[in-house]
């Protein structure tokens, strides 16, 4: 199909969109690309780092084959990820204690293997004509994007994981998003994987709701826990928040299998916090989920590689997100 990028519909641009929920027409035919529904981003307002992840498109992707020269126009969305004085929310920059890079590329991943890093900017990519493309958007940025040119679409994996969990699934750390947690785990085990990683947050059983999917999910990877080790007060309050966000996902996905990843190894692991040592917080994730059918654990410390961290503290880098997910998909095989 020939794309006018002041005309072309909603429904048409999300045939081509892969991992994510739903498209939103935006100004002069630019889309933006939705991988939490509006009442879940409502949830996620309490503070704007929360707010300007969740409107990022981390995990999703363009795919198509194009029948002539085909353009792609980009447009960052900049969007403040500190809380006003007057906001009362946590200052998540100072708990962290270092500066966030958040420095990422466009990724263009063609049929042969190539893959071209393109530089995160306003502007145009061209592709030309006769090519089967994969191109990967920002994990951590807000972009609108239009099309031009004659494309056609390549049929979605009918099979859908989701994940959900903090920085380190929504993909912080990571700096081609063709490297992301969700694309490699699409390339070992030929699901798809939509991305409601979100960072900073701590576990948020409210940000488990009704999803408006196709078919029912095929898993559930969770990924919590690190930033609550930090903020939290006490075990009992971890362990419940936690018995909570599975009940949430029993009531909306009742037979969906769930992996709970405990959280990966860190810099700080022999440091105590206010709710106790690093493995007495592992425990209380791992107790929360024995009253649940089908939720296994993946145990974190076992699936980090400590030495390819891209912060040396907290991220892993692309390595150790490899490395991750080999561990993962086998678990979810």
Known sequence: METDRYSISEEYFFSLVHNALSVQSAEDGFFRINRFTSTQKEEASAHPLYRAMANTAAGACLRFKTRSVVQLEIKRINQSLLPRANEGALDLASLYGRPLDLEESIDVAYEDGRVDYLPLKHGVIEIGPSEQVSIYLPLHHQVEVRLSGEVESIGRNPSMHLLLGDSIMQGVGIHHPSQSLGSMLETLTGSGFLNQGLAGTLIS????????????????????G???????????????????????IRKFHPLTPVVVLTPLWRADIQQAKRMGSFAEMQAALMQATKCFPKVSVADGLSLSLRDSYDDEFLHPGSKAVAFLAKGLARQLS
């Open 205 to 224: 059983p409210r940000l488990v709701q009704e999803l408006p999917l196709a078919q029912p999910l095929a898993g559930i990877i969770i990924g919590y």
């Open 226 to 248: 690190t930033n609550d080790w930090v903020v939290r007060e006490n075990l009992a309050e971890l362990r419940w928040e936690m018995f909570a966000l599975l009940g949430r």
